[in-house]
């Protein structure tokens, strides 16, 4: 049975930093790309950034590009999404995805997700 169990998520205020963790199971995880969404109430569920198998090409949506960092440690069947400089418009629901095929990174045709973890920014 695949689990995604993010973590790490909270309030913060404007300018502040998070850093979310996806812990994996059930899985080989390095054979997964992974990606992390995030859906704002009344809104749709959109990309934010995705890292391939091995770590080493990492995509990100433009407005996160410079202030969201996504890694993975393969070791610790874990990825990660370092967010800094967080603005009101950060704030959703941030969710962990994981696919076999390194394609089409940014659709959410994703094999397995995550619960989400909210991510709250104040003003």
């Known amino acids: 049975q695949v689990q995604l169990v993010e973590s790490g998520g909270g309030l913060v205020q404007a300018g502040g930093s998070l850093r979310l963790s996806c812990a994996a199971s059930?899985?080989?995880?390095?054979?997964?790309?992974m990606g992390w969404f995030r859906q704002a109430p009344g809104k749709e569920r959109e990309f934010v950034a995705a890292?391939?198998?091995?770590?080493?090409?990492?995509r990100y949506a433009d407005s996160v590009k410079g202030r969201f960092t996504i890694s993975r440690d393969n070791a610790k069947n874990t990825a990660y999404l370092e967010m800094h400089s967080l603005k009101p418009e950060d704030t959703a629901v941030y969710y962990c995805?994981?696919?076999?095929?390194?394609?089409?990174?940014?659709?959410?045709?994703?094999?397995?997700w995550g619960q989400g973890t909210q991510v709250t920014v104040s003003s």
């Open positions: 059930g899985l080989t995880f390095s054979n997964y790309v």
């Open positions: 890292i391939m198998r091995s770590g080493g090409i990492t």
């Open positions: 995805a994981a696919k076999r095929l390194q394609l089409d990174l940014t659709r959410t045709e994703y094999d397995y």
